[in-house]
């Protein structure tokens, strides 16, 4: 399956001719965060399937106006497509107004989701907005990565996680990283197009659409 996955700048040119989407052909797209309730409303509209999302540190507004159209993920396991989405919006906590989490925090929260997920079929792809600790984080406090996304990468071995958070433009960012367990970690600034093939589950699991 093919993921069109969006981060933290909307680009005008993505949404300014409907066969620009349409040429990419998504199967689903996923926003890691940080970007306008109207540009994912208008994203969904052109590509006509499924956008899931996960809330960045500066997406306040969305418990005002959540993107219509789209699939929250934060905290959920989704199924789209025969392929299973888990999603852990906000970046580690670095002042009262932004969505964040501390460490332990964020720990707390991504290994009861992951142990939901493992117990409905696992999960294909990792969705956040921060990055992993030490895989496209950096040493400021604003823009380091949790330590607990390892956790899941250990236990669940999803194919891909892509995330945002930390610019491309703020230089010497790597777009893509290989975690030892085989996990692709991709850096969603802007946009990325990644295949993605779902493991095949028992019969019994394929069914499943939320956890």
């Known amino acids: 399956m093919r993921v ?8 005008e040119h993505l949404i300014a001719d409907p066969v620009v989407i349409r040429s990419i052909a998504p199967d ?6 940080d970007l306008p309730a109207a540009y994912l409303e208008h994203v969904v509209t052109l590509a006509n399937v499924p956008l899931l999302y996960v809330p960045g540190n500066h997406d306040a507004d969305y418990r005002r106006h959540a993107p219509e159209g789209c699939i929250d993920i ?4 989704v199924e789209v497509c025969g392929a299973r ?3 852990l919006g906000g970046s580690m906590r670095y002042n009262d107004r932004i ?3 501390t460490e332990p925090e964020m720990y707390w929260r991504c290994i009861r989701l992951t142990l939901r997920a493992r117990a409905t079929g696992g999960a294909d792809v990792l969705v956040t907005h921060a990055p992993l600790m030490g895989y496209g984080d950096l040493d400021d406090l604003p823009h380091r990565g949790f330590e607990a996304f390892g956790t899941a990468i250990d236990m669940l071995h999803p194919a891909l996680m892509v995330h945002g958070h930390v610019h491309l433009n703020y230089g010497r960012i790597e777009r893509e990283r290989e975690h030892p367990t085989g996990t692709r ?3 969603a600034f802007r946009h990325v197009v990644e295949e993605v093939t779902p493991r ?5 699991a394929q069914g499943v659409s939320t956890a």
């Open 4 to 11: 069109l996955a969006l981060a933290d700048e909307p680009e």
């Open 28 to 33: 689903v797209i996923v926003s890691c965060g």
């Open 74 to 77: 934060d905290g959920r396991v």
């Open 85 to 87: 989405f888990m999603g």
């Open 99 to 101: 969505g964040g989490y």
């Open 185 to 187: 970690i991709v850096n």
């Open 200 to 204: 095949v589950r028992p019969r019994a």
